[in-house]
């Protein structure tokens, strides 16, 4: 409950509140001070029947649950998707390191290019599902990535090797990727038995890399998403009128300062807020990869195919020596 009214839901939904409060409060004012007051006593009461708001909230419910479930389902296959990137990424390098001869300086030289395009792959994709707020990042990622240990001797991270000027200026930029894992593994001299059985987990990655398009090129319909919308915000400006009689018949004793119906206006407010809260979350979750922690799960994926390839050297280190 600390946290409530710092969240960034809240922090969304404060005009939606205030409006549905501001309501409350002239219907408390008009109801209460303004109507008793009245000498001439031919102002009505503002208010509305319970019974049409009970009849319609079923389907208001409907509608907010069929759209949250539609967008968590969409963050839900989302993660699911990221995580098999992950898994196929270091299934990739996992299985090269292991069947891979690194005793030679080309074995490991080649291994390090492929767990690079294997980080390259997922860092990419990142790129394309984040939009151009990441563009920078990635350009400043990608030549650090590649650049080999002559042009880091210049000092200058304007350098970029082949494979980073090749990914920059692709059209699709994870397909590119996928092409050079491809093609580093090719070149790696291991058994063709062996090539097949890692090539499988570039085929399962091209096939989230599709997935990943799907989501993001598909959102949840636009009609339905205004109609839930309308149907909530004319639903919620209109509640204040059908409450007030139910707060109006609270004792005397119970009425706050005196006017009758004031409570009415926290109740609002904290129906609205938690109301519009789960719309709010439904829009959130419709754009997943906007609050997936994409750039963890690349760093990830970078250092554990660092990882392995360091573990697999040490390995034949010690098989050399021992020898």
């Not at 208010?47 to 649950?65: D, E, H, K, M």
């Not at 990608?142 to 210049?154: C, D, G, R, V």
């Not at 919308?229 to 005397?252: D, I, S, V």
Request: overall charge negative; glycine content about 4%; hydrophobic content about 50%.
């Amino acid at each position: 409950l600390k946290g409530m009214f710092f969240s960034g839901i809240v922090r969304q939904l404060q005009q939606e509140v205030f409006m549905v409060t501001a309501i409350a409060v002239s219907v408390v004012v008009w109801n209460g001070i303004v109507v008793p007051h009245d000498t001439t006593q031919i102002l009505p009461n503002i208010c509305l029947p319970a019974v049409p708001f009970q009849l319609s909230a079923p389907a208001l419910g409907l509608l907010l649950v069929f759209r949250t479930n539609a967008s968590y389902g969409r963050w839900l296959e989302a993660r699911v998707t990221w995580g098999r990137i992950i898994s196929q990424s270091q299934n990739t390098v996992r299985m090269a390191a292991t069947f891979t001869d690194m005793s030679t300086i080309e074995g490991q030289e080649a291994l390090t290019q492929l767990a690079r395009a294997s980080w390259a792959f997922p860092r990419c994709l990142m790129n394309k599902l984040s939009g151009p707020d990441d563009e920078e990042a990635f350009q400043n990622e990608m030549i650090a990535a590649f650049q080999t240990q002559e042009e880091k001797s210049l000092a200058n991270n304007n350098v970029m090797s082949d494979f980073a000027r090749n990914i920059l200026t692709a059209r699709n930029r994870p397909v590119a990727a996928l092409m050079e894992a491809s093609m580093v593994l090719d070149a790696i001299p291991i058994d063709e038995k062996r090539r097949v059985e890692i090539d499988k987990s570039l085929v399962i990655s091209g096939d989230l890399l599709n997935a990943c398009e799907r989501i993001f090129t598909s959102p949840v319909p636009l009609v339905y998403t205004r109609h839930t919308a309308r149907f909530l915000t004319l639903w919620m400006m209109l509640l204040p009128l059908a409450l007030y009689e139910e707060f109006a018949k609270m004792p005397e004793t119970a009425a706050w300062l005196g006017v009758v119906g004031l409570p009415l206006i926290p109740a609002a407010a904290v129906i609205s807020l938690f109301l519009f809260g789960i719309e709010e979350l439904a829009v959130q979750l419709e754009e997943p990869f906007s609050i997936l922690p994409m750039q963890k799960f690349c760093d990830d994926i970078k250092a554990s195919n660092e990882d392995m390839i360091e573990w697999k050297i040490r390995s034949c280190s010690k098989a050399s020596s021992s020898n």
